[in-house]
């Protein structure tokens, strides 16, 4: 991952996690809790694709399992966000431009369903079954409403921000020269505007060489 990534992830993992720390997980919603961070490797991981989707969520989920609050094994949200970020990465556009919001939308019901059943899935491997009393169903439909429902303030504005420090002044200049330099090598290339100078350069010249032949004709016939 370049440098501008890195940091720009990171920024922004931290700014999720602080939100969600702070203001989401005391709203005493009922079911599940909106989830930012899932939210903001989701929209990472769109721009970045399915590598990139895989380390920036191993690292969002590390540091969450290291929050004061956690209650979990350390490791276990890394796993599922990190499976969570390779999967979001994999529906990355091949132009790196989204032509409606119908997909981005239909990928973070599908990370907050599938986040959802993970994290319950490895902590029943661990011992912890909580998600059985609190009720499976529940946590899976409230899950992806709230997060369904943050997604457009959040999203859009993630991949924005990760799509303009993706890009590069100097980078840019040397593609348009690159591609002013083609369109002029395809135009030598074909000919047209040397064949077209040609053609009237010849045709210039045949009609000088004319006019100078009748006027050599002409003074001929007067000096007989």
């Known amino acids: 991952m370049r440098l501008n990534r890195m940091l720009l992830s990171a920024t922004l993992v931290v700014v999720a996690l602080v939100i969600q720390v702070s203001v989401l997980a005391r709203l005493q919603l009922p079911g599940a809790v909106p989830d930012l961070l899932l939210l903001t ?15 920036i969520g191993f690292g969002a989920g590390l540091l969450a399992d290291l929050a004061p609050p956690a209650d979990h094994a350390a490791g276990r949200y890394a796993l599922v966000l990190c499976v969570i970020g390779y999967a979001a990465g994999l529906a990355k556009p091949e132009n ?5 919001v119908t997909g981005p939308m ?6 907050a369903i599938g986040s959802t059943l ?17 009720g499976l169903l529940g ?10 429902l943050l997604a457009p303030f959040t999203v859009p504005f993630i991949m ?7 890009r590069d002044p100097l980078a840019e200049g ?24 040609g053609q009237r350069g010849g045709m210039r010249m045949k009609a000088a060489k004319s006019r100078a032949a ?10 007989l």
Request: hydrophobic share 50%; no cysteine.
């Open 41 to 55: 490797v989701v929209a990472l991981a769109l721009v970045y694709g399915h590598v990139g989707g895989a380390f």
């Open 96 to 100: 790196g431009r989204l032509r409606s």
């Open 106 to 111: 239909l990928v973070v019901v599908a990370a």
């Open 118 to 134: 993970l994290y319950a899935g490895v902590g029943s491997l661990v011992g912890d079954t909580a998600a059985r009393h609190v």
């Open 139 to 148: 946590l899976l439909f409230s899950a992806a409403i709230y997060d369904l």
């Open 160 to 166: 924005a921000l990760a799509r303009r420090a993706e």
């Open 174 to 197: 040397r593609d348009s020269g690159g591609v002013t330099s083609d369109i002029a090598t395809g135009w030598l290339a074909t000919g047209t505007g040397l064949k077209i100078g």
């Open 214 to 223: 009748k006027a050599g004709r002409i003074k001929g016939v007067k000096r």
